[in-house]
């Protein structure tokens, strides 16, 4: 299994609040994604970082920020949490493929989040 | 873009075929399967490149046509194992960015 951790597992905040994810890896690999999942809408992109300091915005990025200072973490801040935030986020790792850009991903665990 | 799957659903029997479609509306260079069972992560499948190359893991294959920007999942003598999610995901740009579609709900029925 790649060495890939999420933390929290579970969290519940209260609307306002700040929350960060963090994303941790062992693997030594370039991308690293952030990915939230809910019903009906599949697994959407929200951030990605394609090396240190080198991020981009995915799919849903409003109300997220990410950082990586090290290669092997990702931090996910949800600067002022809302409701429509409460979802599974997953955090991915891959390195560039033989002849595509990215190769593999690998997952985390996912870390639930409910905001009230 | 998101891509499109179909269907969104589909449940069989043990031991029946079933396809799932994979379409963009723009050009694919490749295509990436992936399978999620209930409460757990995304777990890889397969990648097609450019070409129409077909893969194979299992008893489950792909195919992948870029002219229609299009692929399929086969998935042959389905087993229990095989139920899940599936995903097929397409690169939102050159940095490697995977946009995943909604998925298809898999279940197979003893």
């Known amino acids: 299994d790649a060495g890939i951790t999420q933390s929290p597992r579970h969290k519940v905040t209260e609307t306002g609040t700040p929350v960060t994810l963090r994303c941790h890896q062992t693997?030594?690999?370039?991308?690293m994604y952030w990915y939230r999942q809910d019903p009906g809408h599949g697994l959407r992109l929200i951030h990605y970082?394609?090396?240190?300091?080198?991020?981009d915005k995915g799919e849903v990025s409003d109300g997220y920020s990410v950082s990586r200072s090290k290669t092997e973490d990702f931090l996910l801040t949800l600067e002022s949490a809302t409701s429509s935030q409460t979802s599974v986020y997953f955090c991915?790792?891959?390195?560039?493929?033989?002849?595509?850009?990215?190769?593999?991903?690998?997952f985390g665990e996912g870390s639930r989040l409910t905001v009230l | 873009q998101q891509p499109v799957q179909s269907p969104q659903a589909v449940i069989l029997r043990e031991g029946e075929d079933a396809v799932i479609n994979c379409s963009s509306s723009?050009?694919?260079?490749?295509v990436h399967w992936y399978r999620q069972k209930h409460g757990e992560a995304p777990v890889f499948l397969m990648i097609?490149?450019?070409?129409?190359e077909q893969k194979g893991h299992e008893k489950i294959s792909a195919s992948f046509n870029e002219k229609k920007q299009q692929s399929s999942l086969y998935l042959t003598a389905s087993q229990l194992s095989y139920s899940g999610t599936y995903f097929c995901?397409?690169?939102?740009?050159?940095?490697?960015?995977?946009?995943f579609g909604k998925g298809t709900k898999l279940s197979v029925k003893p």
């Open positions: 693997e030594n690999h370039r991308y």
């Open positions: 995901g397409t690169l939102g740009g050159s940095q490697g960015n995977l946009i």
């Open positions: 991915a790792i891959s390195d560039p493929g033989t002849r595509t850009p990215t190769g593999e991903l690998f």
């Open positions: 097609l490149l450019k070409g129409g």
């Open positions: 970082s394609y090396g240190v300091k080198d991020t």
């Open positions: 723009k050009a694919l260079y490749s």
